[in-house]
T-cell receptor, first 115, second 114 residues
Framework: AQKVTQAQTEISVVEKEDVTLDCVYE???????LFWYKQPPSGELVFLIR??????QNEISGRYSWNFQKSTSSFNFTITASQVVDSAVYFC????????????FGAGTTVTVRA | KAGVTQTPRYLIKTRGQQVTLSCSPI?????VSWYQQTPGQGLQFLFE???????NKGNFPGRFSGRQFSNSRSEMNVSTLELGDSALYLC?????????????FGPGTRLTVT
């Protein structure tokens, strides 16, 4: 069975601080995809990244970076030098080969960046 | 390119009524998936349509149904509404079936059942 755990319910930081969001996943399959989505107050889920299980390279996109470690089944997300506009709920999601038609989401982490 | 649109954005219904929500995918996308988001259960997969066929369905009662038209627009219907159906309903479109392609989400329809 697929499972995604985001242990942090809420994180509050002051602008320009770095913030790291944890994501731990469970799957029995060797082929799977991991995702991060951002949900601002408007409600729309914004795609941030997709990573397949065979690519363990870390990735950096502007102030965002992702650390994928298969050994610990983790796919953590770091926002560097946070800004008020980063305030949102962030979801980690998983899809494995037998269930590749759907995303299984974690509970989400609410990030509040204070000016 | 226009994004995924959902109508209506907000809806208030009474228990026992039925409701129909609409989703227009990004042009050229043929797969539409629906998700329900509630504070208690989080984001849960409802069903997926591809080329007018329901390909996959989540663990929801038969009161939840949907369809897809030849232009890929999709509707979902909930009959005999219950208070617990109050939620944000999100649809996502993708070029083809399977999440190996990026899924783009719409702004959602917030349904309140009173």
């Amino acid at each position: 069975a697929q499972k995604v755990t985001q242990a942090q319910t809420e994180i509050s930081v002051v602008e320009k601080e770095d913030v790291t969001l944890d994501c731990v996943y469970e799957t029995r399959d060797t082929t799977y995809y991991l995702f991060w989505y951002k949900q601002p107050p408007s409600g729309e889920l914004v795609f941030l990244i997709r990573r397949n299980s065979f690519d363990e390279q870390n990735e950096i996109s502007g102030r965002y970076s992702w650390n994928f470690q298969k050994s610990t089944s983790s796919f953590n997300f770091t926002i560097t030098a946070s800004q008020v506009v980063d305030s949102a709920v962030y979801f980690c999601a998983l899809s494995d080969a037998p269930n590749d038609y759907k995303l299984s989401f974690g509970a989400g982490t609410t990030v509040t960046v204070r000016a | 390119k226009a994004g995924v649109t959902q109508t209506p954005r907000y809806l208030i219904k009474t228990r026992g009524q039925q409701v129909t929500l609409s989703c227009s995918p990004i042009s050229g996308h043929r797969s539409v998936s629906w998700y329900q988001q509630t504070p208690g259960q989080g984001l849960q997969f409802l069903f997926e349509y591809f080329s007018e066929t329901q390909r996959n369905k989540g663990n929801f009662p038969g009161r939840f149904s949907g369809r897809q038209f030849s232009n890929s627009r999709s509707e979902m219907n909930v009959s005999t509404l219950e208070l617990g159906d109050s939620a944000l309903y999100l649809c996502a479109s993708s070029y083809t079936s399977g999440v190996s392609y990026e899924q783009y989400f719409g702004p959602g329809t917030r349904l309140t059942v009173t």
